[in-house]
């Protein structure tokens, strides 16, 4: 498979929010005719609406067997949801879940033998084009359904893929509720420099572009995290100062963020039952 039959044989998105939505604005961007794509959704946003007037299908009669079956609609919607693309099973239609806490094992069994299946954890960050997606496929998921799945997710940012579906529990953990633990830190910087003197908007001003500065220097640097750090910390300085308390083994972050991954992880597995 490649881009080009996804033009030639249509693209269905089984719900379009927020995460389908980013997705389809890249692959859009990446250069697939609204005209390939079939949205379903019964409260689509004006956005969406609006791209039915340069082609693309809303709430029509999706192909017989597109190239691919995107499942981008909430857990809890799932179980009412699925009947609509069972039909798509067999082995014409590559079927890409990113619904969050979903096994293999639950699409498997709609869809049937001989279905080729990926299932994709993207994270919010997609929207901006930032996000990483780690994804898994099932035994009928060749290289070529991967390599599609890749194409599509490259459109909203990095790809990684997995070894074991198990590992999900961790991505989930990690960065698919990670940047809401980015969001509370810049929360909790700003209310530090409040308790500083500073007033609340320059506070957040500040603990905002500290987020975002420190991030794109990572991302753009061949450094290690450990290293930027050393990089700024001053022996016997105010960062040094700082830093003692924020890596203390026993009441600082390590342990902290050790402890939050656990619980979102371990909330996955229950919600997997």
């Known amino acids: 498979m490649a881009l080009e039959e996804i033009a030639q044989r249509g693209l269905h998105l089984l719900g379009c929010g927020k995460m389908g939505s980013a997705m389809l604005a890249g692959w859009?961007?990446?250069?697939?005719?609204?005209?390939?794509?079939?949205?379903?959704?019964?409260?689509?946003?004006?956005?969406?609406?609006?791209?039915?007037?340069?082609?693309?299908?809303?709430?029509?009669?999706?192909?017989?067997?597109?190239?691919l079956c995107l499942l981008a609609v909430k857990p809890q919607m799932m179980g009412a949801a699925l009947p609509t693309v069972q039909a798509f099973g067999g082995g014409g239609t590559l079927i890409v879940s990113i619904a969050a806490g979903t096994p293999i094992s639950a699409f498997e069994a709609v869809f049937g033998?001989?279905?080729?299946?990926?299932?994709?954890?993207?994270?919010?960050?997609?929207?901006?084009?930032?996000?990483?997606?780690?994804?898994?496929?099932?035994?009928?998921?060749?290289?070529?359904?991967l390599a599609l799945t890749e194409a599509l997710l490259d459109a909203i940012g990095q790809v990684v893929r997995l070894e074991h579906e198990d590992q999900m529990d961790a991505v989930t953990g990690v960065s698919g509720s990670g940047p809401a633990y980015v969001f509370h830190m810049i929360e909790a910087l700003a209310a530090a420099a409040e308790a500083e003197g500073l007033a609340p908007d320059l506070a957040m001003q500040?603990?905002?572009?500290?987020?975002?500065?420190?991030?794109?220097?990572?991302?753009?640097?061949?450094?290690?995290?450990?290293?930027?750090?050393?990089?700024?910390?001053?022996?016997?300085?105010?960062t040094e100062a700082g830093l003692r308390h924020l890596m203390d083994p026993e009441?600082?972050?390590?342990?902290?963020?050790?402890?939050?991954?656990?619980?979102?992880?371990?909330?996955?597995?229950?919600?997997?039952?």
């Open 28 to 67: 859009l961007e990446a250069g697939v005719p609204p005209g390939a794509v079939w949205v379903t959704d019964p409260n689509p946003s004006d956005w969406v609406s609006g791209l039915a007037a340069r082609g693309l299908h809303l709430n029509d009669t999706p192909p017989a067997a597109p190239a």
């Open 113 to 145: 033998p001989g279905t080729p299946i990926v299932r994709a954890m993207p994270n919010t960050p997609a929207a901006v084009g930032k996000g990483i997606t780690a994804i898994i496929g099932n035994a009928e998921a060749t290289e070529a359904h």
């Open 251 to 273: 009441t600082g972050l390590p342990p902290l963020m050790k402890r939050t991954v656990a619980a979102a992880a371990a909330r996955g597995r229950e919600l997997r039952g």
């Open 206 to 238: 500040l603990a905002r572009a500290t987020v975002v500065g420190a991030a794109a220097l990572a991302e753009g640097s061949d450094e290690s995290a450990a290293q930027l750090r050393i990089n700024v910390t001053s022996p016997k300085g105010t």
